[in-house]
């Protein structure tokens, strides 16, 4: 067997099994909550709620969230961290990006579940 065949019977193998590799990114809806929040031009709040991101995507335990609400918490995190009066959530100041980044999805996940 060549290196041809092996490709197209793990191409056939990944089509019969319906395999998607595509895992919908939060960045477009953390662009739309900006856009609608009238903050696309506030580079604070960007950097602050793309880092968040950048934190989510990389680690195994955001993916038990949708993007939509990974992108929300992180919406609602850079305006808590930049203490204007968006959120009731209030990350303590000893506690890493992450560990906000966590508390803030489980805070939004109880309040929008069904």
């Not at 191409?11 to 939060?26: A, E, H, R």
């Not at 009238?38 to 950097?47: C, E, F, S, V």
């Not at 990974?70 to 560990?99: C, G, W, Y």
């Amino acid at each position: 067997m060549d290196k041809a065949a092996v490709i197209t019977l793990e191409q056939k193998i990944l089509n019969d099994l319906s395999f998607d590799f595509n895992y919908p990114s939060p960045l477009p809806f953390l662009e739309r909550y900006l856009r609608v929040g009238g903050l696309q031009n506030d580079q604070a709040i960007t950097a602050r709620a793309e880092e968040c991101l950048k934190i989510a995507i990389s680690n195994i335990n955001f993916l038990n969230y949708k993007p939509s609400l990974i992108a929300a918490a992180a919406f609602v995190l850079s305006h808590a961290m930049k203490r204007t009066p968006l959120a009731s959530f209030k990350p303590q100041p000893d506690e890493t990006l992450e560990v906000y980044l966590q508390d803030s999805l489980k805070f939004w996940d109880e309040r929008i579940s069904v």
